[in-house]
């Protein structure tokens, strides 16, 4: 990711000091045939010595003097695939400030700009292969000649990113965002990218979810600090609230784990939805309304949750989540291991219903301290104590109740102290509840 933006940043602003420059030149130059193919030559030179790809533009407009259009913008990788199209790229400039080593814009606009992003079979992302070696190596400096970039305006209007995966024995679902528009501003120097978007506003389709509407701000600063408020995401059957704080983003955050805050809120929220993003083995229903705090790495979370599900239970849980990992490369396998904890109060919680097992009807009030890893029944690796009030499991009327259970490779060996009508029950023993 960070690379990535150093890359991606490099090009775009390295594309539009060139530009610049070249207009300088005109002007120099006026329109005599003999200036016009210098130009030409001295862009062919510098593209060629930046891209390892090709880059492409079919017309150059505006007066020259202050505004610039490129029609037909396109830049593709080594392999020839297309890695941004743009119908139009309109600018706004001083050319005093090149006299200072500086672009400076008062607007940049983009319109209908389409990147598409692809992991290739050998782990490597189309964004790797659209600089010479020399210039991608070189991530920390502000586009060529060591320039600072600052854009008061900047606005992206219908814009669609698309990304593909076509590493070995890996569905290749297309992804995309589709109806794009952003504006802000941002500052891009040897310091790193300042970045401030006062409005982003985008329609993503992703598996089964249908079309997700997404609108927020952002802000990302020179120490890799990035953060979104105001977000809102909307599914044809959801609604989430969420502000979002990453550090360890961009050339700012170099060398550095990305970590994150989060508080989430969601008034209406179908965990059906979610199901494409979770191990196959696991199903989940419900309609929660919760708010979640959350922090720790993309892969590492702690989090505080309290939610009610209609005809599941409420729940206020703290706990842990470790995600599976993705493989770094083909030579290295995923860690698909799902772990995860929880400790807090349950009130009226029904496990088969939320996990689509009738067969398993719980109505549960109570104390737990949960820790797992994995999810499938067979495999799974799993540790229960409870403090329960009077509760069902199945059939089994309970009283309070006080239960360690521990489940492996399909067996759960328990000890339990429970309530039941006219006495009580103290047991151990093991039973294979799937």
Same mark, same amino acid.
Do not use: C
């Given at each position: ?152 305006? =900047? ?95 961009? =050339? ?133 104590? =409870? ?48």
């Amino acid at each position: 990711m960070k690379r990535a933006l150093a890359l991606i940043g490099k090009i775009v602003l390295g594309l539009v000091a060139l530009i610049l420059v070249l207009v300088v030149t005109v002007l120099l130059l006026s329109q005599t045939r003999w200036g016009k193919e210098k130009i030409k030559q001295f862009a062919l030179g510098k593209l060629d010595g930046m891209f390892a790809g090709k880059v492409e533009i079919d017309r150059l407009g505006g007066n020259l003097f202050g505004t610039l259009v490129l029609d037909g913008v396109r830049v593709s990788d080594d392999r020839g695939a297309l890695f941004v199209s743009i119908k139009q790229v309109a600018l706004n400039y001083d050319l005093l400030d090149l006299l200072d080593n500086a672009v400076s814009l008062d607007k940049l606009e983009l319109i209908q700009p389409n990147v598409t992003l692809i992991q290739y079979a050998d782990s490597s992302w189309s964004y790797e292969h659209l600089l010479e070696p020399s210039q991608a190596a070189d991530t920390t400096t502000g586009g060529p000649f060591n320039w600072r970039t600052l854009v008061d305006e =900047a606005r992206i209007r219908d814009g669609q990113v698309t990304w593909r995966v076509l590493l070995p024995d890996t569905p290749d679902p297309v992804r995309r965002f589709t109806n794009l528009d952003l504006g802000g501003d941002f500052t891009y120097s040897k310091d790193g990218l300042e970045l401030g978007l006062d409005s982003l506003n985008t329609t993503v389709g992703w598996h089964d979810l249908g079309r997700v509407h997404l609108a927020t701000a952002l802000t990302l600063d020179t120490t890799g600090v990035l953060r979104l408020s105001g977000t809102e995401i909307r599914t044809p059957r959801s609604s989430v609230d969420l502000a979002l704080m990453l550090t360890g983003i961009g =050339a700012g955050g170099q060398g550095e784990p990305i970590r994150f805050q989060t508080s989430v809120r969601a008034d209406s929220l179908t965990l059906a939805e979610i199901e494409p993003f979770l191990p196959d083995t696991l199903a989940v229903q419900g309609n929660p309304r919760f708010t979640l705090r959350a922090s720790g790495s993309l892969t590492d979370i702690a989090y505080e949750l309290h939610t009610h599900i209609p005809h599941g239970g409420r729940a206020d849980l703290t706990g842990t989540l470790g995600l599976p990992v993705a493989a770094a490369d083909a030579h290295t396998p995923a860690d698909t291991t799902l772990r995860y904890a929880a400790k807090g109060r349950v009130q009226n919680l029904n496990i088969g219903f939320l996990t689509k097992k009738p067969d398993l009807p719980t109505d549960l009030t109570g104390r737990i301290d949960l820790a797992g890893v994995g999810t499938d029944p067979n495999r799974l690796q799993l540790k229960l104590d =409870a403090d329960l009030a009077p509760s069902r499991i199945v059939q089994f009327q309970l009283g309070s109740t006080t239960l360690h259970g521990e489940l492996s490779a399909g067996v759960l060996d328990f000890d339990t102290d429970a309530g039941v009508p006219g006495g009580r029950i103290r047991a151990n023993g093991w039973l294979t509840p799937f």
